[in-house]
């Protein structure tokens, strides 16, 4: 018989949108560290070396037991480690605080929110749009519960009241909500007294809300060398339903580590060593290690520190350049290192996220397509609210913002000579 008349027993299975365009890319020669292109599209950090005394591993030393396999919820030194920074940099006015109980430790960011959906029961788990493009696959394997749309408006800046937040969560019947904070594609931040609000509102309504904090480092409205997380606004933290996701990834500007962590109440991080043994069987063993060794409170502020200063100078630079050339933002991002942009005011031929994105790759530029930030579970709603959207990522080195730059300047400018606008 031929494969083509076989019957296929697998589904095709999409990719995440940075996935996508990069594969696009490659068909045009651009290839992951080339000084040719310029990766606007890139949802990692630099991870060369910033300011303020920041230093990088540059080595790894194993021992012999560390080619054993690990824990499922990983390594109980490095769990009591991260539960005492959140206790001191969140938690020192508070009586419940967490211990190594409450982490688990998972092979990525991915695999945090994979164990996370297959922990979770038969409830109405609500989602905001436009959020992280890999959240559409997630939601969407798991059928124990049911996924809920809930629309964020551009005209609002994206911001979403406590009152529409206590209104969904009421009137939709809410188990649960699924939140980056800051928010990947928009950079909105909730912090300070409305963050307090969303975790009280959590806790009078009985919704767990999973945070999704790994940009929370990466702030350009709240002080200096603090990350922002609803730990501090928790009560208690056994009882508050509450579930906070972080990592190396973006925070610490190791990607290629995949270490990340879950912080919660004791029972959630049971589901998470259950679910885990069948999923991914447990994270990386030594990196576990040289995590433990780096990631102190003195560090996570001076790298802190050094990411808002270093990301603050590279976001005015790509927001000023694209505003010059006409792109629009219904709000400058707060949080996080992507800026969010509209570009119907473009000529034709650049005037849409796809157009605009093939366009931008024959200047060897790379960007990601707004359709894609909208979470669309078993695509059971039709054409997209963002076609006209780009996300931007300034999470390259200065340099390359500034190149790219340039050179959709460039772009922009052949298309109004040739239609005339």
């Given at each position: 018989m031929s494969q083509s008349k076989r019957k296929n027993m697998f589904k095709d299975v999409p990719y995440t949108g940075v996935v996508y365009v990069i594969k696009e890319a490659m068909k045009l020669g651009f290839y992951r560290g080339s000084p040719e292109w310029c990766n606007l599209g890139q949802g990692q950090p630099e991870i060369g070396m910033l300011v303020d005394g920041v230093d990088r591993v540059q080595n790894i030393s194993l021992e012999p037991n560390d080619h054993e396999y690990g824990s499922t919820v990983g390594l109980k030194k490095l769990r009591q480690q991260i539960a005492d920074n959140y206790n001191t940099l969140y938690r020192a006015d508070k009586e419940s605080k967490y211990t190594y109980e409450n982490v688990a430790i998972c092979p990525g960011g991915r695999a945090a929110l994979t164990r996370l959906g297959a922990a979770i029961g038969n409830v109405n788990l609500g989602h905001f749009i436009p959020d992280y493009t890999a959240y559409e696959e997630m939601l969407s394997v798991f059928r124990s519960f049911n996924p809920i749309p809930i629309l964020l408006e551009a005209e609002k800046g994206y911001s979403f009241s406590i009152?529409?937040?206590?209104?969904?969560?009421?009137?939709?019947?809410?188990?649960?909500?699924?939140?980056?904070?800051?928010?990947?594609?928009?950079g909105k931040l909730i912090s300070g007294q409305a963050l307090n609000d969303w975790v009280a509102t959590a806790r009078d309504l009985d919704c767990t809300m999973i945070m999704d904090e790994f940009y929370s480092s990466y702030s350009y409205v709240t002080p200096a060398g603090m990350p922002v997380s609803s730990a501090k606004y928790i009560e208690d933290v056994n009882d508050d339903p509450i579930v906070i996701v972080d990592g190396v990834t973006k925070n610490w500007r190791y990607p290629g580590w995949r270490i990340a962590w879950v912080v919660a109440p004791k029972i959630v991080i049971k589901s998470l060593s259950s679910?885990?043994?069948?999923?991914?069987?447990?994270?990386?063993?030594?990196?576990?290690?040289?995590?433990?060794?780096?990631?102190?409170?003195?560090?996570?502020?001076?790298?802190?520190?050094?990411?808002?200063?270093?990301f603050r100078a590279k976001r005015r630079v790509l927001l000023d350049g694209l505003q010059d050339i006409g792109v629009t933002f219904d709000r400058e991002p707060e949080g996080a290192f992507y800026a969010w942009g509209n570009v119907a005011q473009l000529p034709a031929g650049l005037n849409t996220g796809m157009d605009f994105f093939r366009a931008a790759m024959e200047k060897q530029v790379v960007v990601v397509p707004g359709e894609f930030f909208d979470i669309n579970p078993g695509n059971r709603r039709g054409s997209s609210r963002f076609g006209t959207y780009i996300r931007f990522s300034f999470g390259p080195e200065i340099t390359v913002i500034e190149n790219a730059v340039k050179r959709l300047k460039e772009l922009v400018l052949e298309y109004r000579c040739d239609t005339g606008v």
């Open positions: 009152e529409d937040l206590k209104r969904e969560i009421s009137g939709r019947g809410l188990g649960g909500l699924l939140i980056s904070n800051p928010c990947n594609p928009t679910s885990g043994s069948f999923l991914d069987g447990g994270a990386n063993k030594p990196f576990q290690q040289e995590i433990s060794r780096f990631l102190t409170v003195d560090n996570i502020k001076k790298e802190t520190s050094a990411l808002q200063k270093t």
